[in-house]
């Protein structure tokens, strides 16, 4: 009984080790820029599409991570539709990697609004939380919390993996706030690049 609680002290102590233990350096960051082409993203009857900003955060997030040294891998980069299971493929050829999905959320109450940050597996949770962080700060809008799910494009990548929700475009403040100011979506992008970097480097 002993040299098992001997035992299973060790593995507890490697695993606390583990956790501990700063994530290491990573050189490309794939940027997936959510819906697109027939796909305009957002809650059924949303009056303002998903699919042009989600674009435009991703294209301001990949243009600020290669100004500070990053490999970036673009799922698309114009108005065209990819499918999930591609976008997964382009992830998993990427080797010394991360995924970042650019979403905006929707709802039929208008009221709604908040960042929400999903991850699925465990080597993604450290990520999640760097980048949620962030863009708090950047937003100003109500934390709605790191939340572990199951959507194909995070569960389905072999390398960290995040789907960010930085607001709801069915909300009328919100998305006139997205919609009508760059520099606005330049934030989000800045903090998500900062949120990786806070992580990574």
């Known amino acids: ?63 600020t991570l290669r100004e500070n040294g990053f490999h970036v891998v673009l799922t698309r980069d114009g108005d065209y539709f990819v499918g999930l299971r591609q976008r997964c493929d382009i992830a998993n050829a990427q080797a010394n990697a991360v995924f970042v999905s650019v979403h905006f959320n929707g709802a039929p109450r208008t009221a709604a609004d908040g960042v929400e940050t999903y991850y699925y597996s465990p080597q993604s949770s450290g990520l999640a939380t760097a980048v949620h962080r962030r863009l708090l700060q950047v937003s100003g809008l109500p934390d709605r919390h790191i939340r572990q799910r199951g959507f194909f494009v995070i569960r389905n990548t072999r390398i960290p993996s995040i789907l960010i929700e930085p607001g709801f475009l069915s909300n009328p403040q919100t998305a006139d706030r997205v919609g009508n100011s760059p520099a606005y979506r330049q934030q989000l992008a800045n903090a998500v690049a900062r949120g990786i970097m806070d992580r990574y480097r």
């Open 1 to 63: 009984m002993k040299s098992y609680g001997l035992t299973l002290l060790i593995l507890f102590g490697a695993t606390l080790l583990l956790a501990g233990t700063p994530a290491r350096a990573v050189n490309t960051v794939v940027v997936d820029a959510g819906h697109g082409g027939h796909d305009r993203g957002g809650a059924p009857g949303q009056r303002v599409p998903e699919k042009p900003y989600t674009l435009d955060v991703a294209l301001r997030l990949a243009a």
